[in-house]
């Protein structure tokens, strides 16, 4: 089964290459800990900064600005300021963040999946 799966996805070097900075790019973009964290809790609308960090289970205010920010200036996140006083920031996905749609779907159906095998893993040793 696995030699299957090796030989279906090889690659010629130069589109290995090519592969490989497409790779290098979207981690630089979506990568770490937190981004598609972010993402994710963003999806169901938009969020005040301290209502998008109680959501994020453990991300610090100064990781959270920081990963804001980043994602701001990839054209994934936008915040948006109220127009009265006091003035209230939110922050609201772009409608260039919809691209990782299909990422996010398969990162939830594969962590899914793995999440199964290592519960079915850790009952067959019992």
């Known amino acids: ?3 299957n799966y090796y030989t279906e996805i090889r690659l ?6 090519r592969s490989l900075n497409a790779i290098d ?3 630089y973009v979506i990568g770490g800990k937190w981004k598609l964290r972010i993402i994710a809790t963003l999806s169901d609308g938009s969020h005040r900064f301290n209502e998008l960090q109680r959501a994020v289970k453990g ?3 100064r990781v959270l600005s920081n990963e804001l920010k980043d994602l701001e ?3 994934l996140v936008e915040r948006r300021l ?6 209230v920031a939110e922050y609201i996905l772009t409608d260039y963040s919809l ?3 299909d ?3 398969s990162l939830n159906g594969w962590g899914a999946m793995h999440r199964e095998r290592i519960k079915q893993s850790l009952a067959d040793q019992q």
């Open 25 to 27: 790019d979207a981690l």
């Open 82 to 87: 109220s127009a009265q006083k006091p003035f």
């Open 12 to 17: 010629e070097a130069h589109e290995c290459k």
């Open 73 to 75: 200036l990839c054209g």
């Open 99 to 101: 691209t990782l749609k």
């Open 59 to 61: 991300i610090s205010a």
């Open 1 to 3: 089964m696995i030699s």
């Open 103 to 105: 990422v996010l779907a």
